[in-house]
């Protein structure tokens, strides 16, 4: 009888962040397939769990694919495991997932946690569509392509980015998107989880005056502006939705004022007015 090939999910920093049935499943487990042995032992010894690993990352894949196969054909249990998050999304493991069911193994997914999906929720942009690009490409040419191809899709975008690429990341997305409004969510769960919202360029701006960027970085970028602006909501309150949504209040006068052709100086004194309410006699 054939084993059974369990994904696990695993936390993506805080090692509290992983279910009573991953854990479970890690401990029941014939062997534990990781991307990075290392890693995961810190995962396992955490929680006491002594169970045989072998490494399977990108540049092992095809062979390990098909001698995990085996065992799993034989009757072995296996788990497979990414460095965090959910295994699969943008880590290693279609092969083997794909030679399992060729071979009859049947598969079965341990949900846990995702970085895109825990910046998207956290992030104030829209969730009733979006779509996850995985890491966009590290050359500036292919990069801004992929970003030409993406511009029309009318959902909320997110992509992993490397740190020491990410400035160069978010000039590109304000080169090529304009000014939506953007979330940069870095070192989620761990001590210095930090959200940044803003334009690209603003972002942009904050992370260049640090001495260095570090961490994993999820990038979040909201739907395109309609091409005409909404008649059933004054200037003011689009401003005040941008800013809900996390915009810097200039960001949003400037954005509003370009899509409403109002002058923004005047955009503010009505904002303001607004805000304020009439005064008292």
């Given amino acids: 009888m054939a084993g059974i090939l ?7 920093g805080n090692l509290e962040d992983i279910t009573f049935r991953a854990v ?33 990352h990108e540049h092992n894949e095809a062979a390990r694919a098909a001698e995990l ?4 054909q034989a009757g ?49 942009l829209p969730t009733d569509s979006f779509r996850f690009c995985g890491f966009l490409p590290p050359r500036q040419t292919q990069r801004r392509k992929m970003l030409e191809d993406l511009r029309a899709e009318g959902c909320t975008l997110m ?16 080169a090529v998107l304009g000014e939506r409004t953007v979330v940069v ?20 701006q904050i992370l260049a005056a640090r001495s260095s960027v570090k961490g994993e970085i999820t990038v979040v970028i909201g739907k395109p502006q309609t091409a005409q602006p909404n008649a059933d909501i004054s200037p003011e309150d689009e401003v005040r939705a941008l800013e809900a949504a996390g915009l810097p209040r200039m960001d949003a006068l400037k954005q509003v004022a370009k899509t409403r052709r109002i002058p923004k100086r005047d955009l503010y004194q009505r904002v303001i007015k607004s805000s304020t309410g009439p005064a008292r006699p």
């Fill in 185 to 204: 969510a870095r070192e989620l769960t761990k001590l210095h989880e930090e959200f940044l919202r803003g334009t690209a360029e603003s972002i942009r």
């Fill in 76 to 124: 072995s249990t296996v788990a497979l495991v990414s460095d965090a998050g959910t295994p699969l999304i943008s880590d290693p493991g279609y092969r083997l997932v794909q030679s399992a069911i060729a071979a009859g193994v049947s598969v079965v997914p341990i949900p846990g946690p995702s970085a895109a999906l825990s910046a998207l929720a956290a992030s104030g």
């Fill in 6 to 12: 369990y994904l696990v999910s695993t936390p993506i």
């Fill in 69 to 72: 196969t085996s065992k799993l």
């Fill in 24 to 56: 479970r499943v890690l401990r029941e487990a014939d062997l534990i397939a990781c991307e990075d042995t290392r890693q995961t032992r810190k995962l396992l010894d955490h929680y006491g769990i002594s169970k045989p690993t072998v490494s399977y």
């Fill in 159 to 174: 992509f992993y980015e490397a740190p020491h690429r990410v400035l160069e990341t978010l000039a590109d997305i304000a």
